[in-house]
Nanobody, 117 residues
Framework: VQLQASGGGLVQAGGSLRLSCAAPGTITSVFWSNDMAWYRQAPGKQRELVAVITGSRNTNYADSVKGRFTISRDNSKKTVSLQMNSLQPNDTAVYYC?????????WGQGTLVTVSS
């Protein structure tokens, strides 16, 4: 699965951003079979899971983003999105899209989100 992420940028604290990740070259049934996730990596820190959504749209979130971030997917368009609201400076990181099915895992290029105070 080849992933293309977009939507990062600079936003003030309290603002919103929407990240998108597309898998245009993937067969729809293959995309559906993948759990899709967003990870982030802040400067000097390890990469961490932000949110994950299964093919049947079950979701799970890191405690730090619960109630502020929403992950969604459109299997027909082969896209996954992350709506980020009430952004805070500690949300600043490079965000990565991830697809996982069994032992097969793919990563998109990172997209930088910077939240100014």
């Amino acid at each position: 699965v080849q992933l293309q992420a977009s939507g990062g940028g600079l936003v003030q604290a309290g603002g919103s951003l929407r990240l998108s990740c597309a898998a245009p070259g993937t067969i729809t049934s293959v995309f559906w079979s993948n759990d899709m996730a967003w990870y982030r990596q802040a400067p000097g820190k390890q990469r961490e899971l932000v949110a994950v959504i299964t093919g049947s749209r079950n979701t799970n979130y890191a405690d730090s983003v619960k109630g502020r971030f929403t992950i969604s997917r459109d299997n027909s368009k082969k896209t996954v999105s992350l709506q980020m609201n009430s952004l805070q400076p500690n949300d600043t990181a490079v965000y990565y899209c991830n697809a996982k099915s069994g032992i097969t895992e793919s990563w998109g290029q990172g997209t930088l989100v910077t939240v100014s105070s």
